[in-house]
């Protein structure tokens, strides 16, 4: 672009500067309505970039009444190609005001020449070398007709905005890159909420003063907002509990985020400010309405790991080997303070649980486990009410990516759940759609218009909506839910939650963003993100025929606001309300309104599905709950006595749990498929283990039974440090009768013997397999085999025994008669009359023991 008051250009050889622009893809010389850099990822961007424009500050950041006049935007310039650039200058446009919910997003990738209200380039440098940078400021009046001089400073122009909306503004960059032409390098679009216009004074005598023009205050618009505080995944998977004190972390960012300054501790201190005046916030900026519109949405695997970290824990030396070495972690006091505060916050205010680890719930209702779902979407309300001693919020589910299926509804209706927060853009109504509109089930009674409709009938209205085509809704997979579903929904608008997501460090785009309107937000400064969330979330109050009058703000469950921009937001709801634009409207008043009467469907979109959990890890994490189901069953809850089996396996189910996470599944490059999958093999190993822990001891060598019917003695040990309940599984040969002594008690970190009556009729070396089983026959430990040799000889025995028994009463009864006869017997020959006493005492005695194995 060109205009006047620059240097003239330096032309290299028309047949060189050609060459040179082909190779390295620079801009020849272009009109200012032609050459028009995209934002990323629309087609026609400018490849390779010369320059970068970060827009840094917008004040005020929000036009109302009393402000000033004048816009003030800095921003900053950076040389980031290989190649000086020349005559940098600096431009501001505006487009139209946002006339549909859509143009919030849609407008940020419309092409400069819908910004066609322009100001006049201002220079800001001679020349960038490479690396070279440079800020600006630009000073650029409101209304039309503004003054030359605002305070002394220059005003280059005027935005010639002449009522209260959401305007989209452009920030140009031109420069002249050695060997090309002069060329429109980069962008920074963000949007500008006017609340209202102040006054305009005149500046001279040709320019009129004119009074403030206020927004609508008739149809004010009730907002409820969602506070999300959520983290992922930190607990290393398959450690048994109880946490407290044995706690082990992948890494230890999480202590750096509840240390002052860090993510959590941001968070947390923004509504604070709102609610306790005291801790830094203008009191006069704050109010018990806009705190009453605000509800704390905590997800339990967050308490649970703050929880386990403030009496100390440990920390993986690299997250990739979870077996490796370990080191302290360097949290427990920053873990406990901030719970301290997060428990005297909650106290005042309304609080809601999350589903635990920000679970996936489509894919909990795939998996179909009773247990697992119990743990994910019942108990959350149960751990923050535990820790944080506070009542929240039943029977409200918010799912991370803000859509569910049929499936999913019916697991939580089936759980007590009247309500789902989804996206408005996830459900419909089973009526008829019309071409007027698609009603949409909210739990505010009202309904929500659809996205292309809307945007159809704006068309023409603005210059955005002339170039851009209506948007369609995105491509879902809609089947009714089951009657018996039961289940409300709660709608919030895509836009704004979009907008809110896009706000801090590491922004997500939302699952459901349309398709149409995705871009890479990252490449925009936080300024310019915050500027469009804070356009987002005042749209609906500056546009009154916007249908319902209700706002629900949902932020990502892991937001990455910083203290300033969350305070910021906070101050724009604060805003609309002491504007007459908004009424603060609790979370549980808006739960409580009467729905749409008519049913509605959910509407999976297939974006989700897309970054949702895959289906591949249902079966395996089923498996794995019902071998921790089958385990708890077997452990015995002694009294008094430490770890019970509810605190000893839950931690693995949890794991279970943390497979199935959304966190981080948005971010592009994020490893979530491998931590997955990674977090699932160690709870299998874990519970492989423990199961291994309960087992009979082999004894080592051949057992011998005294007699047939001598009790076999076997020693069975238990590692594990609760009591369990077992059965031994002995496979019994045809010879041997072993009676089954049924269920018996390990105790923790104990053996037992026990004596297994055994009946053998064999003399044979038998082998019997031996091994130990839960009460319901589920396997535990190795499997050994007892070598059992007996001295039963069986019928040849009872033969011998008869057969001697016989004999020996022939011999007596002929030494007997004998005697009575007075005849002495020849075998007594040669004995003397002691020793012939002791043989006849001998031979009566085992003539009396003879006698009593022949009685039955």
């Not at 305009?200 to 609508?216: C, H, L, R, Y």
């Not at 679970?359 to 486990?369: I, P, Y």
């Not at 990516?401 to 999913?408: E, L, Q």
């Not at 009202?446 to 948007?471: F, H, I, K, Q, W």
Request: aromatic share 4%; with cysteine.
């Amino acid at each position: 672009m060109t205009h006047a008051g620059r240097r003239p250009r330096r032309w290299a050889p028309m047949f060189v500067a050609l060459a040179l622009a082909v190779l390295c893809g620079a801009a020849g010389p272009t009109s200012a309505g032609s050459a028009a850099a995209q934002p990323p990822g629309a087609s026609g961007a400018t490849e390779p970039k010369f320059l970068k424009l970060t827009l840094d500050s917008v004040s005020p950041n929000t036009v109302t009444t009393t402000s000033d006049a004048v816009l003030t935007v800095a921003g900053t310039v950076t040389n980031i190609g290989d190649r000086p650039v020349d005559d940098v200058s600096v431009r501001i446009q505006r487009a139209g005001a946002v006339s549909a919910g859509s143009g919030l997003r849609s407008a940020l990738r419309l092409d400069q020449v819908n910004y066609d209200v322009v100001g006049p380039f201002q220079d800001i440098a001679d020349r960038l070398t490479p690396g070279q940078r440079k800020q600006f400021t630009l000073r650029v009046g409101l209304r039309a007709e503004a003054p030359e001089t605002s305070g002394g400073s220059p005003v280059t122009s005027a935005l010639d905005i002449t009522e209260p909306g959401v305007y989209p503004l452009l920030l140009n960059v031109n420069g002249e890159p050695t060997y090309g032409g002069q060329a429109r390098l980069d962008d920074a679009r963000f949007l500008l909420p006017v609340l209202g216009l102040p006054a305009q004074s005149g500046g001279d005598a040709k320019t009129d003063a004119a009074p403030p023009v206020p927004a609508p205050t008739d149809a004010p618009v009730a907002i409820t907002t969602i506070w999300p505080l959520a983290d992922r995944p930190r607990l290393v998977a398959g450690v048994t509990g109880p946490l407290p004190g044995n706690a082990l972390l992948t890494d230890d960012e999480l202590a750096g985020e509840l240390a002052p300054g860090g993510r959590l501790d941001q968070l947390l201190a923004a509504p604070e400010a709102v609610l306790h005046p005291e801790t830094g916030r203008d009191p006069a900026r704050t109010g018990p309405g806009l705190a009453g519109s605000l509800c704390l949405a905590v997800d339990p695997d967050l308490l649970l790991t703050v929880s386990a970290m403030t009496e100390g824990y440990r920390v993986l030396a690299s997250p990739s080997d979870p077996y490796g070495a370990t080191r302290d972690g360097a949290g427990a006091h920053a873990a406990k303070a901030w719970l301290d505060r997060l428990r005297a916050l909650a106290s005042g205010m309304c609080t809601v649980a999350l589903p635990f680890a920000q679970v996936d719930l489509t894919a909990l209702a795939t998996v179909r486990d009773p247990d697992l779902t119990n743990r994910a979407v019942t108990a959350p309300a149960d751990i923050v009410d535990s820790l944080l001693s506070v009542k929240s919020v039943r029977g409200v589910a918010l799912p991370d990516s803000g859509t569910i299926d049929p499936d999913a509804g019916t697991m939580l209706a089936g759980h007590g759940y009247h309500t789902a927060v989804l996206a408005d853009s996830a459900v419909s109504t089973t009526a008829d759609a019309r071409s007027t509109a698609t009603g949409i089930a909210r739990a505010d009674g009202g309904t929500v218009r659809n996205t292309a409709t809307v945007a159809s009938e704006n068309d023409g209205g603005t210059p955005e909506m002339v170039r851009m085509p209506a948007l369609t809704p995105p491509s879902t997979t809609t089947t009714p839910p089951p009657a018996e579903a039961g289940l409300k929904a709660a709608t919030f608008d895509i836009w704004s939650a979009t907008a809110l997501a896009a706000v801090g460090s590491n922004p997500p785009t939302p699952a459901f963003t349309p398709e149409r309107v995705r871009y890479e937000v990252a490449n925009d400064s936080r300024a310019a993100r915050l500027q469009d969330a804070l356009g987002a979330v005042s749209w609906a109050a500056l546009n009154p025929q916007a249908s319902p009058r209700a706002l629900l703000l949902v932020p990502p469950q892991k937001w990455g606001a910083n203290r300033d921009e969350a305070s910021a937001l906070l101050s724009q709801l604060e805003l609309l309300v002491r504007n007459g634009l908004a009424t603060p409207r609790s979370f549980t008043d808006l739960l409580a309104a009467q729905p749409d009467p008519r049913p509605f469907e959910a509407n999976y979109l297939s974006s989700a599905a897309e970054v949702g959990v895959p289906d591949h890890f249902a079966e395996p994490i089923r498996t794995q709950d019902k071998r921790i189901g089958d385990l708890m069953t077997a452990l015995v809850d002694v009294p008094q006595q430490e770890p019970t089996p509810r605190s000893y396996l839950t931690p693995l189910r949890d794991d279970l749990l943390r497979v199935l996470t959304l966190s981080d599944r948005t971010n592009p490059g994020s490893q979530a498929e491998a931590v997955a999958q990674r977090r699932l093999e160690q709870t299998t190993r874990t519970l492989d283990t423990l199961f291994g822990k309960v087992t009979v001891l082999p004894p080592g060598g051949v057992y011998t039974l005294a007699s047939e019917k001598s009790p076999l003695l076997l020693v069975a040990r238990n590692d594990l440090p609760v009591a369990i309940r077992i059965r031994f599984r002995i496979d019994v040969p045809s010879e041997t009768n072993i009676t089954d002594i049924g269920e018996q008690i390990l105790p923790a970190e104990g053996t037992r013997s026990f004596q297994i009556p055994t009946e053998v009729t064999d003399s044979r070396n038998l082998v019997i397999p031996i091994s130990l089983t839960t009460a319901d026959g589920v396997a535990l430990g190795n499997a050994t085999s007892v070598s059992v040799r007996s001295n039963a000889y069986g019928q040849a025995l009872a033969i011998i025994t008869a057969c001697a028994g016989a004999l020996l009463l022939l011999l007596a009864g002929r030494r007997l008669w004998r005697r009575f006869r007075g005849q002495p017997d020849p075998a007594d020959e040669g004995l003397d009359p002691g020793t012939r006493r002791r043989v006849n005492r001998y031979l009566r005695a085992r003539l009396r023991v003879l006698q009593r194995q022949e009685e039955p």
